[in-house]
């Protein structure tokens, strides 16, 4: 197994393997993927759950709201990578039998360490219920809960997404893994990216572009992360990945925001929205993750011409 560079980020390259074309199941699994990741619709779900159309409720938010979501998002993403980070295991060298020297991974220490480390009895329901539940508290009690309902909705999406990828066969032991996670946060919005994302190379709103407009980054990060025993948080290349996310992120957290909004929508609406906020990175999630195993089976080049080809299928430009 090589290692390939393609626009920054660095992708495994099966050099053993020959390409082919996808198999029916992968190919419906790609299917699948292409709905959900250019026609995410976020939007209606957002509308049905505060039972008004988000256009109507929240085109344009206040100068003093907008500062406040644009604050809880960066500090929301700081947080998601910590947690990202602190999966990561320590490596102790111990001898084994014999002469050799084996590596012996260490699991993470700390509560949030653990948060993503132990995932044994997760599922989807428990996480749509916690984010509901935080949801319910968000809408209860207005914005002004917003900078600490935010970052506890991020850290449970953050771990529902971890599963989905394990369950997807991606090694979350690998910084670039656990970085993949925090990637889907930018994968979520569409529309007017440009704006949102000024000065943040993420000006486009398809899944291909959105990621080769985080490849570098990501993958300074994730060379940075592979590279340390003990991670600075202010590091220059986490600073930098954090702040594409969270740019990126923003635009679907203002849409969030704006559709807990609705003055009569109280903690009944407030759970609503969160829960179909949650059940959108996850689709999200699902759909990222199955490109990535599709990418390590057949090829980047296979899978993206595929993805091509569906993605006309739908009428999406």
């Known amino acids: 197994m090589s290692d390939i560079a393609l626009t920054g980020e660095v992708l495994p390259a099966a050099t053993e393997s020959i390409e082919r074309p996808l198999n029916e199941a992968d190919l419906a699994a790609l299917r699948r993927s292409v709905r959900a990741l250019e026609q995410p619709g976020l939007a209606a779900r957002l509308s049905a759950a505060a039972g008004a159309p988000l256009d109507m409720i929240g085109r344009s938010l206040p100068a003093p709201v907008t500062e406040v979501v644009g604050r809880s998002t960066e500090a929301a993403m700081r947080g998601a990578l910590r947690v990202a980070l602190k999966t990561l295991p320590k490596v102790a060298v111990a001898p084994a039998a014999g002469t050799e020297i084996e590596s012996v991974a260490v699991k993470p220490e700390g509560r949030l360490g653990a948060l993503l480390g132990s995932l044994t009895g997760s599922s989807t329901f428990n996480h749509k219920a916690m984010a509901a539940l935080s949801g319910a508290f968000g809408g209860a009690f207005g914005l002004a809960t917003l900078a600490v309902e935010l970052p506890v909705s991020t850290t449970l999406m953050l771990r529902s997404i971890a599963e989905i990828a394990r369950e997807e066969g991606e090694d ?58 003990l991670l600075d948080q202010s590091a220059p290349a986490l600073i930098r990945f954090t702040a594409q996310i969270a740019a990126r992120f923003g635009i679907v957290v203002s849409q969030k925001v704006a ?42 080049a296979t899978v993206r011409a595929a993805y091509e080809v569906e993605k006309a299928a739908l009428g999406v430009a």
């Open 172 to 229: 979350l032991d690998d910084p670039e893994g656990a970085l993949a996670c925090v990637q889907v946060f930018a994968l979520g919005g569409k529309g007017d990216a440009a704006g949102a994302a000024e000065g943040t190379g993420l000006t486009e709103s398809g899944y291909f572009a959105v990621r080769a407009a985080l490849a570098k980054t990501m993958a300074e990060a994730a060379r940075y992360a592979g590279s340390k025993t």
């Open 259 to 300: 559709a807990q909004a609705v003055p009569v929508l109280g903690a009944f609406g407030g759970a609503a929205v969160n829960t179909a906020f949650m059940s959108h990175f996850q689709s999200m999630a699902r759909a990222h993750f199955t490109v990535r195993r599709l990418e390590r089976t057949y090829g980047q």
